[in-house]
Each structure stands twice: as C-alpha cells, then as structure tokens.
Nanobody, 126 residues
Framework: QVQLVESGGGLVQAGGSLRLSCAVS????????MGWFRQAPGKEREFVAA????????YYAESVKGRFTISRDNAKNTVYLQMNSLKPEDTAVYYC???????????????????WGQGTQVTVSS
C-alpha cells in the first residue's frame, strides 16, 4: 500500500504564497507519477498539476499556470506544490495522488490515480 500525507495548508491573504508538501510511503516513490487536485465547497474535485516519475514532465490546469509549480524530491519521497499569487478562488481542499507504475508520463484524470491523501485546507482571503 501507498500512504500519502499532505501538509502546508492554511490561511493566506490574496497575493500571498503557500507551499504544500505530500510525503509518500509504502512503495518506491520514484515509481509513482504524482498529481495535485483540489475541491472547493459545493464543487467537484478538479485537476491542478501533475508530474512524471522522473520529474522531467509537468502539466498544469489553465487556472493555475504561471502561478503554481509542482516539483518532487525522489530522495525525500515528497512532492511539492508551490502556490504563488494566490486568489480567493484557489480556496479548496488540496489532495495529492499517486499513479503507481506506468510510464514516465504525467496524468490528469482522477481515475488514473491509485492512491490519495486525506487533503489539506487552503483558504485565501480577499
């Protein structure tokens, strides 16, 4: 089994920054493509960013492109989401997810992910 634990959420003013972390244990981290999703109140969960196993390929939702950066440290079994220029509409519970095995690709659909964290709340005040 793979366990994912997110951290780094909190309350921040619009224009501010936060860095989310997702620590992964249970299986070889470098075999997992990783992704971040978010769910705002009353809305469906949506894709935010993804990174391939090696970290060489990344992909972002249009709504966060240029503001968020996904990265990973395979030595620390951790994936990060650096969020800059935050907006009130970024308020959501943020989830990290792992796609086990497969090729060195990124994945953008929920059903492509095998394991999920419990989520961390990000609140951006105006």
């Amino acid at each position: 089994q793979v366990q994912l634990v997110e951290s780094g959420g909190g309350l921040v003013q619009a224009g501010g920054s936060l860095r989310l972390s997702c620590a992964v244990s249970g299986r070889t981290f470098s075999l997992n493509a990783m992704g971040w999703f978010r769910q705002a109140p009353g809305k469906e969960r949506e894709f935010v960013a993804a990174i391939s196993r090696s970290g060489t390929s990344t992909y972002y939702a249009e709504s966060v492109k240029g503001r968020f950066t996904i990265s990973r440290d395979n030595a620390k079994n951790t994936v990060y989401l650096q969020m800059n220029s935050l907006k009130p509409e970024d308020t959501a519970v943020y989830y990290c997810a792992a796609h086990y095995l497969g090729g060195d690709y990124y994945y953008t659909r929920e059903r492509e992910y095998d394991y999920w964290g419990q989520g961390t709340q990000v609140t951006v005040s105006s």
